[in-house]
T-cell receptor, first 110, second 114 residues
C-alpha cells in the first residue's frame, strides 16, 4: 500500500486569500488525481497529472506534479466560499490498491 | 454525460439485518471500486472488480461481500449489520485500460444502522 500524506489537514481562511495544499508520498505514481468533495456527495475529479513537473491550471486552481512524481500541490488563488470542501489526492497506476490521502478540509469564509 | 449511478441513495436498517447496495458504472467502464466513508473521514477502499473479477481487496469486513455482473454493474452485500457500519458508501468506476487511472464517483448511498 502506498501512503499519501496531505497537509494541512484543516484550513480556514477568508475569501480572497491564497492557499496551497500538499500531497506527498515516498512512492512514485504513474498519475495523480485531485478530487473535491462536498458534504454528503461523492468526490468529483478535478484534474489528473501524469508528467513529472507538469503544471495544470483550472481557473483559479493550479496543480503541480513533482519532478519525481512522488508529490503534488494544489494552489488556489483568491479563494471563494464556493471552494469550500474536502480536497483529496489519489495516486494512480502505481498500485492495484486505490490510495487516497487523508484529505484537506477547506473552509472559505465570506 | 452519463455518470455513476448508485441505489438506493438512503437506506435505514436495524442491527443484524442485511443490506444490498447497487452500483451502475459509467458506460464502457469495466472497473468498479467500493469505498466506505465515515463522518469526517476520507474514503476507505473496500474492494474492486475488473472485468467481473475481484481485482483487489481493502479493508472490507468478512460480513461484506461484493460482485460484478456481466453488465458490469456491481452489488455490495452487507450482512449482520452493526452500528459502526453507518456511513456513506461510494462506488467509483474507471476504464481499466486507461493509463490515467481516473476514477469517477457516484453520489453515494447513506446507510444508517439503528
Amino acid at each position: 500500500t502506498q501512503l499519501l500524506e496531505q497537509s494541512p489537514q484543516f484550513l480556514s481562511i477568508q475569501e480572497g486569500e491564497n492557499l496551497t495544499v500538499y500531497c506527498n508520498s515516498s512512492s512514485v505514481f504513474s498519475s495523480l488525481q485531485w478530487y473535491r468533495q462536498e458534504p454528503g456527495e461523492g468526490p468529483v475529479l478535478l484534474v489528473t497529472v501524469v508528467t513529472g513537473g507538469e503544471v495544470k491550471k483550472l481557473k483559479r486552481l493550479t496543480f503541480q506534479f513533482g519532478d519525481a512524481r512522488k508529490d503534488s500541490s494544489l494552489h488556489i488563488t483568491a479563494a471563494q466560499p464556493g471552494d469550500t470542501g474536502l480536497y483529496l489526492c489519489r495516486g494512480g497506476g502505481g498500485s492495484y490498491i486505490p490510495t487516497f490521502g487523508r484529505g484537506t478540509s477547506l473552509i472559505v469564509h465570506p | 454525460a452519463a455518470g455513476v449511478i448508485q441505489s438506493p441513495r438512503h437506506l435505514i436498517k436495524e442491527k443484524r439485518e442485511t443490506a444490498t447496495l447497487k452500483c451502475y458504472p459509467i458506460p464502457r467502464h469495466d472497473t468498479v471500486y467500493w469505498y466506505q466513508q465515515g463522518p469526517g473521514q476520507d474514503p476507505q477502499f473496500l474492494i474492486s472488480f475488473y472485468e467481473k473479477m475481484q481485482s483487489d481487496k481493502g479493508s472490507i469486513p468478512d460480513r461484506f461481500s461484493a460482485q460484478q455482473f456481466s453488465d458490469y454493474h456491481s452489488e455490495l452485500n452487507m450482512s449482520s449489520l452493526e452500528l459502526g457500519d453507518s456511513a456513506l458508501y461510494f462506488c467509483a468506476s474507471s476504464l481499466g485500460q486507461d493509463v490515467l487511472d481516473e476514477q469517477y464517483f457516484g453520489p453515494g448511498t447513506r446507510l444508517t444502522v439503528t
